[in-house]
């Protein structure tokens, strides 16, 4: 089972920068995804960015060009660079867990019987 723990989030003005981490602890599996996901009051979670097995990225549209993700060199760290805050970024922001090989994407449902951290709050204020 992979257990993960977001932190980073804090509240911040349009234009700021803000990292977050998502720290896991696997055991059992030699092979594990991380992936970052975002939920704003009333809308639905989204996937926002994640690292394949092969080392390519993905990152949502919505935030391309302003988000960057990134790992750790033992791979249990998975961060989220955020550059350029908008108010439309504010969300709890949750970082996903899930072992095995299968292709390592944010889709929600890649992580169905995965593992969700508790989320960090971001705020970002005009």
């Known amino acids: 089972q992979v257990h993960v723990m977001e932190s980073g989030g804090d509240s911040v003005q349009t234009g700021g920068s803000l990292r977050l981490s998502c720290t896991a602890s696997?055991?059992?599996?030699?092979?594990?995804?991380l992936a970052w996901f975002r939920q704003a009051p009333e809308k639905k979670r989204e996937g926002v960015a994640a690292?394949?097995?092969?080392?390519?990225?993905t990152v949502a549209d919505s935030v391309k060009g302003r988000f960057t993700v990134s790992k750790d060199d033992t791979g249990n760290i998975l961060y989220l660079q955020m550059n350029d805050l908008k108010p439309e970024d504010t969300a709890m922001y949750y970082c996903?867990?899930?072992?095995?090989?299968?292709?390592?994407?944010?889709?929600?449902?890649?992580?169905?019987?995965?593992?969700w951290g508790q989320g960090t709050q971001v705020t970002v204020s005009t």
């Open positions: 696997a055991s059992g599996y030699s092979t594990f995804c």
């Open positions: 690292i394949n097995h092969d080392g390519t990225s």
């Open positions: 996903a867990a899930r072992g095995g090989l299968l292709g390592c994407y944010p889709d929600e449902w890649r992580f169905a019987g995965g593992t």
